[in-house]
């Protein structure tokens, strides 16, 4: 790449030349970026370039990325048809694909499977007949929302499945003394044991 990079030094635009450029990294550490600094005056050969405009940043996008969303674009549209038609073998249009890729683009492959079973399932509620893959869409918000609800109640079973402190409802029975008499309540896990003490204590309660 150092030739090809040299090669644009000097340049010209339509407001300047190219005075440098260079292949970086991107912050995820996925893809590269071409960082080009443009002097705003073009100069003779030889001459010391002018004052710096600042550097352009086109991030570049591999190839394998793209072929790799576009793969599964296609499965998601077959996994579509599967659900929806019953058929094993699709042949998708590029409009449904692009509708696909956008759909993993914004919410991942997970998400965008989800919506497909999401949609399969509402649609069956309601007798509406989806024919195209484009007929799930407007289920995305009510899908996601709904995954999200899902993942976090899994999250929160996982959270007590791991506490050996809590019951199987994510609860912690207390006491406290009252006029001589016990009295028996309940409070919501933090699955933190040192500090549903500390406060339990600082509060006149025991832990049973």
Known sequence: MEKPLKELKRVRLTTGVIST???ERTKDGTDYKLIVRKSTK?????ADLPQDA???????????????????AKELVSYFFKRFHKVEKSYPTSKAINQAISLISNHGVDQARY?????????????????????????????VADYDKHQKARQTQTAIDACSFCNRAGFVSLR???????????????????QMRAVAENQGYQIV
């Open 21 to 23: 450029a260079t292949l």
């Open 42 to 46: 073009l100069s003779p050969p030889g």
């Open 115 to 143: 919506v497909v079973d999401f949609a399969h399932i509402a649609a069956q509620d309601t007798g509406f007949k989806i024919e195209t893959f484009g007929g799930i869409m407007d289920y995305t918000s009510r899908a």
């Open 54 to 72: 600042g550097p352009i940043e086109l991030e570049l996008k591999s190839a394998n990325t793209g072929s790799e969303l576009t793969s599964q």
């Open 176 to 194: 406290i003394l009252k006029d001589g008499k016990w009295s028996h309540s309940s409070a919501k896990c933090t699955h933190d044991v040192e």
